[in-house]
Nanobody
């Protein structure tokens, strides 16, 4: 699976953004899609994941209550709606696909097989 993320940009604190991740390749087979982020000088961290059937998992500290992950399998696209953005949300956001563990949503980046190039989100006034 090849992935292309988009939708990043500059937003003020409290604002919203919706990231998109379009998949190509073996998209006819189920896979788990995840969003990760990496802030300057920090390690890549898990944000959210979604199963083929729509089950979701969120990082409780960074995403739960503010971010919503969704997918449209007919469009081979996964979304991350981000609301109430904070300066600490500033990071490069990556989408990823796990084609192996289709029934387990891993939070470990090493478990994901394919990665997009990332899209930059900057939250600043």
């Amino acid at each position: 699976v090849q992935l292309q993320a988009s939708g990043g940009g500059l937003v003020q604190p409290g604002g919203s953004l919706r990231l998109s991740c379009v998949a190509s390749g073996r998209t006819f087979r189920p896979y788990i899609a995840g969003w990760f982020r990496q802030a300057p000088g920090k390690e890549r961290e898990f944000v959210a994941a979604i199963e083929w059937s729509g089950g979701m998992r969120y990082d409780p500290d960074s995403a739960k209550g503010r971010f919503t992950i969704s997918r449209d399998n007919s469009k081979n696209t996964v979304y991350l709606q981000m609301n109430s953005l904070k300066p600490e949300d500033t990071a490069v956001y990556y989408c990823a696909a796990d084609v192996t563990r289709i029934a387990t949503m891993s939070v470990a980046s090493d478990d994901y097989d394919s990665w997009g190039h990332g899209t930059m989100v900057t939250v600043s006034s």
